[in-house]
């Protein structure tokens, strides 16, 4: 089980509960933590502040290392008209509740790239890992990462973003493949994205880069961690395994779909965030078939007028317009407690590794 990305992290086993804003908690991280995992919190949403409660509230409940993720996006660019004709375009499904899309959508949290007050919070509570999500930090900011002992990872969704975050200083890159449920990593979503799905991924990161390649996307099991493994990578990291969990932050709404006939079916969409995502197809991503990029507000702006509208659907009972994230094996979700799936994930992944 040791890998070196156990040795780097401190782990039993290799295998990583995904940092998921929204949806991962202090309860699931600690418990995948003290279940010989690496738990983890997307704090990209959260604020300085309330990354700095949910860092303390998961050290209350473990000594085990755990690892906080950030968001790297290039910072919001507010345009007004493309906004005004987004909301216009809304306007009949916020009428379908009987409610009003917002008057103006904000930017409703900030890129690590711009926030000085979560960079202190790392400084000051010092978590063992850190990852960046969608680009990578200033130097500076690595380096002063790098000298409070933290250890750092960024996602690649390509050879080129796996480059770039070894050349950055980055401790691991996590290997992101097509499946992967939530927001595709892709430095620049204006780029041709070259769709390289988890296992091809993680063989090509694994061939070029020194440094140990975290796989991503699509694995439920494991015997598919195993496969992980084979392909090259140092560890796994799941999303949606842990989605359905009693810890999990997902709504009723969420979970029932998960654990549904809904879970047949994923779609990528920029209409809920303004940055591409995966997620269980539902009423508003079948909506938005006909959306193209261009006519989305920035990210995270458009994420703005989306959760608006999950809010005034859900007051009238409808969760098909939640952002519902979830990974190709969404079909394949188990609902078990965090730590009760951490070792469900080692006893198989011994089985697969005995070849059993
Ligand atoms: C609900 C959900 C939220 C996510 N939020 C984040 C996040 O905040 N930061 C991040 O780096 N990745 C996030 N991801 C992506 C995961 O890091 C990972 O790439 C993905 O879950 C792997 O694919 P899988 O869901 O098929 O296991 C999220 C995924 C899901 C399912």
């Known amino acids: 089980m040791e890998t070196a990305f156990t040795r780097l992290a401190g782990i039993r ?3 990583i509960q995904a940092p998921m804003a929204g949806v991962s908690t202090p309860a699931m991280a600690a418990a995948v933590s003290n279940a010989g995992g690496l738990g983890s919190l997307g704090v990209g949403a959260a604020g300085a502040a309330g990354a700095r409660a949910m860092i303390r509230e ?10 906080i993720n950030l968001f790297c996006h290039r910072p919001a660019v507010a345009d007004p008209a493309r906004e005004a004709a987004w909301l216009r375009r809304l306007e009949p499904l916020f009428a379908g509740y009987g409610a009003a899309p917002p008057v103006a959508l904000q930017e409703i949290y900030t890129s690590f790239l711009v926030d000085d007050a979560m960079q202190a919070v790392l400084l000051e509570e010092r978590p063992a890992v850190v990852s960046f999500h969608f680009g990578l930090p200033q130097p500076e900011r690595v380096a002063a990462l790098k000298a409070a002992g933290i250890v750092l990872m960024s996602s690649a969704t390509s050879l080129a973003e796996g480059r770039a975050g070894q050349a950055a200083g980055m401790d691991a890159v996590i290997a992101q493949g097509w499946e992967a449920g939530g927001h595709r990593g892709v430095f620049d979503p204006a780029l041709p994205d070259e769709r390289l799905a988890c296992l091809e991924l993680t063989r090509i990161l694994a061939r070029e880069l020194e ?14 961690i195993a496969a992980a493994l084979a392909a090259g990578g ?11 969990c009693p810890e999990s932050a997902a709504d009723e709404g969420y979970r029932a779909a998960l654990l549904g006939a809904a879970a047949g079916q994923t779609t990528m969409t920029p209409a809920i965030s303004g940055r591409p995502a995966r997620c269980l197809a539902n009423r508003f991503t079948g ?3 006909t959306v193209v990029a261009g006519d989305v507000p920035d ?19 409808e969760f098909g317009y ?7 094996g969404a079909a ?4 078990l407690p965090a730590g009760d799936m951490l070792a469900v994930l080692e006893t198989e992944l011994r089985a697969a590794l005995r070849g059993a």
Do not use: C
């Open 13 to 15: 086993y290799p295998i």
């Open 58 to 67: 998961t050290r209350g409940a473990t000594e085990g290392p755990f690892h």
């Open 211 to 224: 440094v140990p390649v975290v796989a991503a996307g699509g694995i439920m099991t494991g015997g598919n």
């Open 234 to 244: 140092a560890a796994a990291q799941l999303g949606t395994a842990f989605v359905g």
């Open 287 to 289: 909506w938005a078939e």
């Open 299 to 317: 990210y995270p702006i458009a994420y703005d007028a989306g959760k608006a509208l999950n809010a005034a659907a859900r007051a009238r009972g």
């Open 322 to 328: 939640g952002a519902q994230w979830a990974g190709q």
């Open 332 to 335: 394949r979700a188990r609902s």
